[in-house]
């Protein structure tokens, strides 16, 4: 057994040496490194046809490598530069989370305080849940309520509004048990900060974060957005790369509604490598850093990326704001952002003060995962793993089984069948307290449905009382719609691709 033990030990050390070996090398050669990794970016971003993208490499507080590629968008043909506008989204949960830490530190909040404290109106679907979730807990995601992002999906409801219908959810799993992705206690968060200091959380955020720092473009609303260099949403439609009508967040701006450019942007990623510190000071204590980027929950296979098939971590957890796994012997911090039609990562190795960024301008265009373990490898840990090809190989995979899923679907279908009422029966409006509302007329002998966020959609028949929507808005897909019969054989509600609304005119 000790011989096993030393056996493993120097196994373990002799990776360490060989990886710092590797980074030492690449360090000695960083502008062949850069040219080589520019090659690379420029071949990613042909690769997976995105209109856009910007990057930035931060090593050892320095920026090894920033550089802008393509255009704003496919119908202008307007380049991308180092002060174009694109959505940081989900990566701004680090910035919410810094926040939080920055009144903790002030002493005005503690991580373990209940949210109704500070919240007294703050209500979910179990009492219990309710009194013991803690502020922490706003940032785990691990709360037993499901996602929830049909609340500013399919409605136009103000901050306050969403955060009132949270009591209507009822929970997915047992509170703290297991982890589902969560967009709205993150909006909750910033709703605390708001309570606790006296300012709005997009007040609070720009005074605290992008001011020290030196972010004088970065804007926590996409309507704070005063001029016109910014990216544009696009979507792959069809087997075409298209511009789509861009959608917000700033309704609930503490998950997500923060643009910025790479110049900025870059100052944020220093920032965070190096225990939040900038010229002239820092943002949270190096304690509060810590507790930002310490491991807080597990999270589940389903619930992480598909990466992991290929980069085969031995752990998945969450921390205050960040995706944590291992990497190469590294703990990796990392975190995607994703709007309809635009994307940013932000990937941290704070033990070797590599740091990268990504922004793009295309839906869920994978290449960002790919550049940041590329970064990683190129700059910090070494590798020579082609991970653009290995993760188009799976992303495609991904796609292909869902096509599969939809023609296996498909297959299923009765044919020669027909609705049970005439048209004129399923016109209606149905609607839900949590979810919202779903409106069906009849234009023309053709039932159409509409909703506020989604659009309008012709309802095709699929079979008996099933109809297919395809909605005008092309990236929108095509949404299931069954009309569900009562006793006496009026349509009484629908099924709404498992959401169910009853009628109500």
């Avoid at 295309?362 to 290995?390: I, N, Q």
Wanted: with cysteine; net charge neutral; glycine share 8%.
């Amino acid at each position: 057994m000790k011989n096993t033990f030393r056996f493993l030990v120097l196994s373990i050390l002799l990776s360490s040496f060989s990886v710092q070996a590797q980074a030492q090398k690449l360090s000695k050669n960083s502008k062949d490194t850069a040219a080589i990794f520019d090659s690379y970016v420029q071949k990613a971003v042909k690769d997976w046809n995105i209109p856009g993208l910007a990057i930035v490499v931060v090593k050892n507080n320095q920026i090894v490598f920033k550089k802008t590629y393509g255009v704003k968008s496919v119908e202008t043909g307007a380049a991308v530069n180092n002060e174009t506008y694109f959505a940081c989204a989900s990566t701004t949960k680090a910035m919410t989370a810094t926040a939080m830490g920055i009144l903790v530190d002030q002493g005005k909040v503690n991580w373990d305080d209940p949210v109704i404290k500070y919240l007294p109106n703050f209500r979910l679907y179990e009492p219990y849940v309710t009194t013991q979730m803690r502020v922490r807990d706003l940032f785990l995601h691990n709360s037993g309520v499901g996602n929830t992002d049909f609340l500013w999906g399919m409605n136009i409801l103000n901050g306050d509004e969403i955060m009132d219908r949270m009591q209507l959810v009822k929970p997915s799993y047992s509170f703290r048990s297991s982890f589902i992705y969560q967009n709205i206690f993150y909006h909750i968060a910033g709703k605390v900060i708001e309570k606790i200091s006296g300012e709005t959380w997009a007040n609070f955020v720009t005074a605290h974060i992008f001011k020290p720092l030196g972010m004088k473009r970065t804007v926590p609303l996409l309507s704070n957005i005063m001029d016109d260099n910014i990216s544009q949403a696009h979507y792959t439609i069809e087997g075409k790369v298209q511009r789509i009508v861009r959608d917000t967040a700033d309704r609930i701006g503490a998950a997500g509604s923060v643009y910025s450019d790479i110049d900025d942007i870059s100052l944020w990623v220093k920032c965070m490598i190096d225990s939040s510190k900038y010229d002239g000071g820092r943002l949270v204590s190096v304690n509060t850093w810590n507790t930002l980027l310490k491991p807080q929950t597990f999270v589940t296979e389903d619930g992480f990326y598909p990466t992991a098939q290929l980069t085969k971590p031995n752990f998945t957890t969450y921390a205050l704001g960040w995706f944590q796994q291992d990497y190469k012997g590294q703990k990796l911090n990392f975190h995607t952002g994703s709007l309809a039609g635009e994307i940013a990562i932000h990937g941290q190795i704070p033990a070797l003060k590599t740091g990268v960024y990504v922004f793009a301008n295309l839906d869920h265009a994978e290449a960002r995962h790919a550049l940041m373990f590329k970064a990683m490898d190129m700059f910090a840990v070494g590798g020579d793993t082609d991970w653009s090809s290995e993760f188009l190989k799976l992303y495609g995979g991904i796609k292909e089984r869902a096509k599969k899923t939809e023609q296996e679907q498909e297959a299923q279908r009765v044919l020669n069948t027909k609705p049970t009422l005439a048209l004129e029966a399923y016109v209606g409006v149905y609607e839900d307290p949590l979810y919202g509302s779903i409106t069906v007329s009849l234009n023309n002998g053709v039932l159409q449905a509409s909703n506020i966020k989604l659009g309008t959609g012709n309802l095709s028949h699929f079979n008996y009382d099933t109809f297919i929507i395809e909605w005008n808005y092309k990236w929108e897909g095509k949404t299931s719609l069954q009309f569900i019969l009562n006793t006496v054989g009026k349509v009484s509600k629908i099924d709404f691709d498992g959401i169910e609304l009853t009628k109500t005119k």
